[in-house]
């Protein structure tokens, strides 16, 4: 990823040292976490399911159980969630040349070529080659596990805005903001 890192620097001259609003940054970064929690969920097949429930029998005889979808389910997220603050070391943090506005991209895209967003912004260089991203994704999935797990569980709408705005207060969009705000889909890039 250093060598990655420094290859950009080379091909983007038009990089710029700053320091940033931890806070911006830590709302972009729980977004992306959410965003990359989404795209591992639609890769998996939405016929596999798994059972759920106890084990043990009631008065009965009878177990209660529940077939779900594995890619939503306690088990799949969890796993999900030890990996994912990994996924950080693919980006960067940047500002629009047209605005000014701060950002994290993905340095390549799913289908494995640059992210050609990349002509439109200036990449933030700092001093620790963008490693607190991955501190601050650590931080929001150790303090919001729960809440990850649950959202996710429940497939609810703008989860990006539910959990990163309304429940961890990371982002200042409110739920009266969904309608002027689009979920960024990054496969999309």
Same mark, same amino acid.
């Given at each position: 990823?250093?060598?990655?890192?420094?290859?950009?620097?080379?091909?983007?001259?038009?990089?710029?040292?700053?320091?940033?609003? !931890?806070?911006?940054?830590? +709302?972009?970064? +729980?977004?992306?976490?959410?965003?990359?929690?989404?795209?591992?969920?639609?890769?998996?097949?939405?016929?596999?399911?798994?059972? #759920?429930?106890?084990?043990?029998?009631?008065?009965?005889?009878?177990?209660?159980?529940?077939?779900? !979808?594995?890619?939503?389910?306690?088990?799949?997220?969890?796993?999900?969630?030890?990996? #994912? +603050?990994?996924?950080?070391?693919?980006?960067?943090?940047?500002?629009?040349?047209?605005?000014?506005?701060?950002?994290?991209?993905?340095? #390549?895209?799913?289908?494995?070529?640059?992210?050609?967003?990349?002509?439109?912004?200036?990449?933030?260089?700092?001093?620790?080659?963008?490693?607190?991203?991955?501190?601050?994704?650590?931080?929001?999935?150790?303090?919001?596990?729960?809440?990850?797990?649950?959202?996710?569980?429940?497939?609810?709408?703008?989860?990006?805005?539910?959990?990163?705005?309304?429940?961890?207060?990371? +982002?200042?969009?409110?739920?009266?903001?969904?309608?002027?705000?689009?979920?960024?889909?990054?496969?999309?890039?």
């Amino acid at each position: 990823m250093d060598f990655l890192y420094s290859l950009l620097l080379a091909l983007f001259p038009h990089c710029i040292l700053s320091t940033v609003d !931890p806070k911006n940054v830590r +709302c972009l970064v +729980c977004r992306s976490v959410v965003e990359e929690i989404d795209s591992v969920i639609q890769k998996v097949d939405p016929k596999r399911t798994m059972e #759920i429930g106890s084990y043990r029998l009631d008065s009965k005889g009878n177990q209660k159980q529940k077939t779900v !979808p594995y890619a939503r389910s306690e088990m799949h997220l969890t796993d999900v969630l030890e990996t #994912i +603050c990994n996924k950080m070391d693919d980006y960067v943090r940047a500002t629009y040349k047209t605005s000014g506005e701060l950002t994290l991209l993905r340095l #390549i895209g799913a289908d494995g070529q640059m992210n050609p967003e990349l002509s439109h912004v200036d990449i933030v260089q700092d001093s620790d080659l963008n490693k607190s991203l991955k501190f601050y994704c650590e931080g929001i999935v150790e303090e919001y596990e729960e809440n990850i797990l649950r959202l996710f569980a429940r497939d609810a709408d703008n989860i990006d805005i539910k959990l990163c705005s309304t429940e961890a207060k990371l +982002c200042s969009h409110s739920e009266s903001d969904v309608d002027d705000y689009e979920f960024e889909d990054k496969d999309e890039l």
